[in-house]
């Protein structure tokens, strides 16, 4: 028995009522894969559509807060044992360190988890006969009482529910929604890696609030491992390599020697490791599901990663669609949880703004405890 969102849900019986269920998932990361694990627990026969030719991570680490492992616990993936928790400090560029009067350190605590053990734990979960690589899904055909999944050299699948996991360039969102492409978050870099753990800080350094709108710092993200990011607004001209411009963003976070440790670590790292991503967001949208069709996560609200909350958001997305598909019909599952979903994403979409506009690092403290209390204290569950 597991409660979740007020709801009790017994497995054994939902699996009963669900077991006729196909759900399709076009997307094999973090919340394709979630999302496979929980529909498998309330009795779906989930398949998976990955069109790379392996199960991968897109990223170096990913912060999961306590919303997010309640989920994974539930569904019955324990990440704790894959990453480090943090109790995050903000820091301004002389290491002086700033939390916001009024929160405390579960304000603050999250677990810090390398995407590609996840990832990996999470496909193993699922069952790796569930998963279709190289599957690349072209279009579909809501109807009122299937969707038909067409994928790359003509198959077909019929299904019950289509999850469109696909990330910001999700092309089940593309059909759904013609023209609700991804927009350039404008001049919104962001560089990061995972290198072997030195003689840095233990303790690490998130979140330095640098100057020339620049973030950033480094972690100790497992045992023997640390990952710096660095992430800038309004970056101007990108001259030179990956590490160039890493490097010149991290300079905006050093100030008299106090970074040099992050400098070092940059320098030192192997240029074809280092991953630079221009920010894209997903605008809103009129509405994240059709009749048999929904988006979840990025797909459905591709952020920022500046609030260092998107994968956790998107999870969360896993528990309410489960609870809805185990306690209604899918139509009208689907209909509950987008309510829920785009209601809460309102209040998430201004709390990022305003984390984004705050004026140094004091600033920045206080706008971030505002929303991860928020954040914390809302979640379904």
Same mark, same amino acid.
């Given at each position: 028995?597991? +409660? ?8 054994? @019986? ?7 269920? +196909?759900?399709? &998932? ?6 394709? =894969? ?32 306590? !919303? ?50 996840? !990832? ?10 569930? &998963?279709?690589? #190289? ?19 003509? $198959? ?14 999700? *092309? ?19 560089? @990061? ?9 233990? $303790? ?8 020339? /709108? ?16 660095? !992430? ?18 991290? *300079? !905006? ?25 221009? &920010?894209?967001?997903? %605008?809103?949208? %009129?509405?994240?599901?059709? #009749?048999?069709?929904?988006? &979840? ?5 591709? =952020?920022?990663? +500046? ?11 896993? /528990? ?11 139509? /009208? ?39 991860? +209390? ?8």
């Amino acid at each position: 028995m597991c +409660h979740y969102d007020g709801v009790a849900l017994d497995w054994s @019986r939902e699996r009963t009522k669900e077991r006729e269920m +196909h759900t399709v &998932i076009a997307g094999g990361g973090l919340v394709g =894969l979630t999302t496979a694990a929980a529909l498998r627990r309330i009795g779906h026969d989930v398949t998976v559509l990955e069109q790379a030719p392996e199960i991968r991570a897109a990223g170096a680490g990913i912060g999961l807060w306590a !919303n997010a492992v309640r989920v994974l616990d539930d569904v019955g993936v324990d990440v704790r044992a894959l990453g480090q928790e943090i109790t995050a400090w903000f820091f301004d560029p002389a290491g002086k360190p700033l939390r916001a009067n009024g929160y405390d350190d579960s304000d603050h605590r999250f677990l810090l988890v390398p995407r590609p053990a996840l !990832n990996t734990v999470l496909a193993d979960a699922v069952g790796r006969d569930r &998963i279709r690589l #190289s599957a690349r899904l072209t279009g579909f055909e809501d109807h009122a009482d299937e969707v038909v999944v067409h994928l790359d050299g003509g $198959e077909s699948l019929r299904a019950d529910l289509l999850i469109g996991a696909d990330g910001v360039h999700s *092309r089940v969102r593309a059909r759904l929604l013609p023209g609700s492409d991804a927009q350039e978050h404008a001049g919104h870099y962001a560089w @990061r890696a995972i290198v072997p753990a030195g003689d840095e800080r233990p $303790e690490g350094t998130v979140l330095t609030i640098g100057t020339a /709108g620049t973030r950033g710092g480094y972690t100790r993200v497992a045992e023997g491992r640390t990952m710096w990011m660095v !992430n800038q607004f309004e970056t101007g001209p990108l001259p030179g390599t990956r590490r160039d411009r890493a490097l010149a963003r991290a *300079r !905006n976070l050093a100030d008299a020697g106090r970074h040099d440790e992050l400098l070092r670590m940059i320098a030192a790292t192997p240029e074809d490791t280092i991953l630079e991503n221009r &920010i894209m967001l997903v %605008p809103p949208l %009129p509405h994240w599901t059709g #009749s048999r069709v929904a988006l &979840i996560g990025d797909a459905a609200h591709g =952020l920022s990663p +500046h609030i260092a909350a998107g994968g956790t958001l998107g999870v969360e997305d896993v /528990g309410v669609l489960r609870t809805a598909l185990a306690t209604s019909d899918p139509t /009208g599952a689907l209909k509950r949880y987008e309510d829920s979903r785009r209601a809460r994403f309102e209040r998430v979409r201004e709390f990022s703004a305003a984390v984004e506009k705050a004026v140094g690092p004091a600033d920045f403290a206080e706008r971030y405890a505002a929303f991860s +209390h928020w954040m914390l204290t809302t979640a379904p569950g």
